[in-house]
């Protein structure tokens, strides 16, 4: 599995998390990795995007999440702060096709190679 997501678990509402979302068999650094999530009973959506020149971020975690990529780990790392029990949801890293423009990044289908996903649970 060329991607793994790791870091989630149960945290109170204000709470953070750092996930992660580490790359095997590729360099990360040439490519773009998306984070986006899952919620139950609802479509997976984009949360960030992050290439060797631009960061992209959904409306609802704008502000709250940082994305950022570690070359040296071959990792990319998404921290949330400031969690809402909204951000409750499975979330997965992608690595895209292409390299993404803002009205591409929030499209699953611009993406290939999944991690496993990671369980966010915000919750008191």
């Known amino acids: 599995v060329p991607l793994q997501a790791s870091g989630g678990r149960l945290v109170q509402p204000g709470g953070s998390l750092r996930l992660s979302c580490a790359a095997y068999?590729?360099?990360?650094?040439?490519?773009?990795i998306g984070w986006f999530r899952q919620a139950p009973g609802k479509e997976r959506e984009g949360v960030s995007y992050?290439?060797?020149?631009?960061?992209f971020y959904a409306v609802s975690v704008k502000d709250r999440f940082t994305i950022s990529r570690d070359n040296a780990k071959n990792t990319v790392y998404l921290q949330m702060n400031s969690l809402k029990p909204e951000d409750t949801a499975v979330y997965y890293c992608?690595?895209?096709?292409?390299?993404?423009?803002?009205?591409?990044?929030?499209?699953?289908?611009?993406?290939?190679?999944w991690g496993q996903g990671t369980q966010v649970t915000v919750s008191s």
């Open positions: 068999g590729f360099a990360l650094d040439n490519y773009g």
């Open positions: 992608a690595r895209a096709t292409s390299r993404l423009i803002f009205s591409e990044w929030r499209t699953p289908s611009n993406y290939h190679y």
């Open positions: 992050i290439n060797i020149s631009r960061k």
